[in-house]
């Protein structure tokens, strides 16, 4: 698909499917059970105070529960992590979601995955009308570290493959 024009929907999703992105799984607690979904609408927002924004589709079951406690945590995918990805983006009842999954809790009792390349726990500083999201900004409130991972890659609406320790291969440019 070549060309300048108006956003229609389809070119739209086509040129935003060239910009590479992580994937991270965000998570939220309520009544003593965990959320959880797949998203790579995630960025750093400001560094002081540390904030990111991530942006929830309303259709989200976790979006609702994020805005009324609150908390969220955001666990950064490795490449390794592709099956929880697919795992977490899945209508799924929430409890399925986290079905036999081995989880770290964040200092506020999120929910964690263990080898991520890195996470966070956020208290929601602010929620946004976005269309059909809702812009949520997270003041990043406490961070993990580990040592460094190769990510998960989300481009050309796929997954890039791991390809040796350090290096990704990119899913194929479209035809189209
Ligand atoms: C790679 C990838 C990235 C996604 N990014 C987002 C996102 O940024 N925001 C969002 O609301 N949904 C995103 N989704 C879709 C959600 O993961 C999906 O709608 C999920 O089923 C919602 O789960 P829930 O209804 O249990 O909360 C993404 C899906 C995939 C596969």
Known sequence: MTGVGPPEALAFRHLMARWPTGVAVVTAREAGRDHGLTVNALLSLTLAPPTILVSLSVDA????????????????????????????????????????????????GLALLPGAVGRLECRVREVRPGGDHRIVLGEVEWIDLPPDGTPLV?????????????????????SA
């Open 61 to 108: 079951d976790t979006t609702p529960i994020v805005e009324r406690s609150g908390r969220f945590a955001a666990s950064f995918l490795s490449a390794a992590q592709r099956p929880i990805s697919e795992r977490f983006a899945r209508t799924l009842p929430s409890a399925e979601k986290f079905r036999d999954l081995a989880l770290d809790r964040s200092p506020g």
């Open 154 to 174: 989300f481009h050309r609406s796929g997954y890039a493959a791991e390809d040796g320790p350090d290096r990704l291969r990119l899913p194929p440019p479209r």
